[in-house]
């Protein structure tokens, strides 16, 4: 569509804006804060860009060239996203191995339908050790489920269930773009599989956050509970931005829920249909962060070597005391840091690592191994 500017006089010049019925007018009390939009003046007039309007607010537009009318809908409401989302979400039940002939030993969690013709997506730890797996629908319909890829490193896993015209479920873009803050909502099956799409709010309370994982994590504080694990945490777009994965539990914590982003959720699905497995890249060489990484101080410090283990890395002379500072011209402090860039390259490909070495910063090319 072409880029259209959206006649916003009454917006600028009155010093308010309505949406959805509702007027946020500037210095009263139901005012949520200045927002800054890309505008135009032209003749005294100030226009702004449609796709400014729905990047900030929310929402869909079109244009109808004929008529030269755009027509703005405002971004949907829980229960509409909710409604939208859950026909894509599934219960998984199965029995854990080991569990013996015990009638009610169970497990389960939450998948979401990923591909019509039968592609779950869901937690590695939900049905790594599960057998006997049935997907229930959310319309109530069972299906038999096989367990066809896992990754434990980054905790997802694909179920096929045989089945078509299943309802998908909507991925928002990779790389994700979103804001802290910003409404959430999980969808899953906690602690009882009768509790099937059970829908939580929130927001979404932190992004790029390293919790004893491989890669970076979104965190949220809707409510996630054992049994959500796999399920989707959604925006008010109605699109999938992460799988839920883990959440902290102590007395004296609240509401701290964790969430696989659709990046990685991209990748390692990306890796799942093309090799049948995440081909993982390494530098071939242990790593230890600092004391400033480890308490999640801000820092510069790198990375210091502390075995070297690929061939690549022994011919270039790396030693265990080394320290590596930036990896294809990005600056690392954390191994999660050096996990997340990895994602872009494949083992036995070529990088370019900067180290201090035997007291010289240098820069060399390695060639990555498989992790």
């Not at 400014?52 to 109808?64: C, E, F, K, Q």
């Not at 997506?121 to 629908?137: E, G, P, Q, S």
């Not at 054992?226 to 777009?237: D, F, T, Y």
């Not at 839920?244 to 990685?264: A, C």
Request: glycine share 12%; net charge positive.
């Amino acid at each position: 569509m072409k880029r259209s500017m959206l006649r916003a006089g009454a917006i600028v010049l009155a010093g308010g804006l309505l949406v959805a019925g509702s007027a946020f007018a500037a210095g009263t009390a139901t005012s949520p804060g200045t927002m800054k939009m890309s505008a135009t003046k032209i003749n005294g007039e100030v226009y702004v860009k449609a796709s400014s309007l729905t990047g900030t607010l929310g929402g869909a537009g079109t244009y109808d060239a004929s008529s030269k009318t755009y027509t703005y809908t405002p971004p949907a409401d829980v229960p509409a996203i909710v409604s939208k989302v859950s026909p894509s979400v599934v219960g998984i039940i199965g029995k854990p191995e080991g569990g013996g002939d015990q009638r009610y030993v169970l497990a389960h969690g939450t998948g979401v339908i990923m591909k019509a013709d039968g592609w779950i997506l869901t937690n590695a730890h939900v049905v790594k050790d599960m057998t006997n797996i049935t997907v229930v629908t959310a319309d109530g319909k069972q299906y038999s489920g096989k367990r066809s890829n896992v990754d434990e490193v980054s905790d997802l896993a694909l179920v096929k269930i045989n089945a078509t015209k299943l309802p998908v479920a909507k991925f928002a873009a990779s790389p994700l773009r979103a804001k802290v803050g910003e409404t959430v909502i999980a969808i899953g099956t906690p602690v009882s599989f009768s509790l099937r799409n059970t829908a939580t709010t929130g927001v979404l309370s932190g992004m790029n956050r390293s919790v004893s994982s491989f890669y970076k994590l979104l965190q949220t504080d809707a409510a996630i509970n054992p049994g959500n694990s796999g399920g989707p945490l959604v925006n008010m777009k109605g699109e999938v931005i992460g799988i839920n994965s883990m959440k902290f539990v102590d007395e004296g914590i609240d509401n701290m829920g964790f969430s696989i982003p659709i990046d990685t959720v991209s990748y390692v699905t990306g890796h799942f249909f093309k090799y049948g497995h995440v081909k993982r890249s390494s530098l071939g060489i242990g790593l230890e962060e600092s004391y400033a990484a480890i308490v999640g101080l801000p820092t510069d410090d790198g990375l210091t070597v502390t075995s070297v283990k690929s061939d690549s890395a022994k011919k270039l002379g790396i030693q265990v005391g080394d320290v590596l500072y930036s990896v294809a011209g990005h600056q690392i402090s954390s191994i999660v840091e050096l996990n997340e860039l990895l994602k872009s390259y494949l083992p036995s490909q070529q990088i370019e690592v900067t180290m201090m070495m035997d007291g010289d910063l240098v820069t060399r090319k390695l060639t990555l191994t498989t992790a």
